[in-house]
């Protein structure tokens, strides 16, 4: 089982909406990632928190926005998101030295409307 | 660019036999390398990794690494339906924190 933890499992949310996608792991790792996945195609990243600054931002539009309050916790607020970012959102956290493993969360199933 | 190459299958292989899942990739940098298995609608979950040439064993799974001429495979013996799933194969730098994925190869495990 995956020590890594999303919620919500799955959000329907309107264009004009503003929702926020959650991720807590507790294995002490202090690198935590968001991927985006479409179907059949592999996971994408999207942003990278090292030590809970951001590392990484993958030119990601700007609808997107993460946080990171603390070294368990992640959140990627949404807001005014297309259909065409449907997708499932996958969180993912890894031990603090870059090439290390990462391990995935189950996911957050995203459609938008 | 740095990419990581990868069959998209689907590999096909009868029940009890070795499923040979293979990756190249182009950047010779690469040092940390993954095997992911992704089952339908859910998420990637670890595999296998391996950092140094040769070959990892776990169980019914040994990955192989050959840096000279940036190949890796896994290898899947005694092969099951439940093994039946898309593999993804990922590739790190240790000055990074980004992994590099395949686009996946996916593996239909015939009863």
């Known amino acids: 089982d995956t020590e890594v933890t999303q919620t919500p499992k799955h959000l329907v949310m309107g264009m004009t909406n503003k929702k926020s996608l959650k991720c807590e792991q507790h294995?002490?790792?202090?690198?935590m990632y968001w991927y985006k996945q479409k179907a059949k195609k592999p996971p994408e990243l999207m942003f990278v928190?090292?030590?809970?600054?951001?590392?990484i931002n993958e030119s990601v539009p700007s609808r997107f926005s993460p946080e990171c309050p603390n070294s368990s916790l992640l959140n990627l607020h949404l807001h005014a998101l297309q259909p065409e970012d449907s997708a499932l959102y996958l969180c993912?956290?890894?031990?603090?030295?870059?090439?290390?493993?990462?391990?995935f969360g189950e996911g957050s199933w995203l459609t938008v409307v | 660019q740095k990419e990581v190459e990868q069959n998209s299958g689907p590999l096909s292989v009868p029940e009890g036999a070795i499923a040979s899942l293979n990756c190249t990739y182009s950047?010779?940098?690469?040092?940390?390398f993954f095997w992911y298995r992704q089952y339908s609608g859910k998420s990637p979950e670890l595999i296998m990794f391996?950092?140094?040439?040769g070959d990892k064993e776990d169980g019914r799974f040994t990955a192989q690494l050959n840096k000279a001429s940036q190949y890796v495979s896994l290898l899947i013996r005694d092969s099951q339906p439940s093994d039946s799933a898309t593999y993804l194969c990922?590739?790190?730098?240790?000055?990074?924190?980004?992994?590099?994925f395949g686009s996946g190869t996916r593996l239909l495990v015939r009863p």
């Open positions: 950047d010779r940098g690469s040092q940390s």
């Open positions: 294995m002490g790792h202090r690198a």
């Open positions: 993912a956290s890894s031990p603090s030295a870059p090439g290390n493993t990462i391990y």
């Open positions: 990922a590739v790190a730098m240790d000055s990074s924190y980004k992994l590099i």
């Open positions: 391996i950092y140094s040439n």
């Open positions: 928190y090292s030590y809970e600054k951001l590392s």
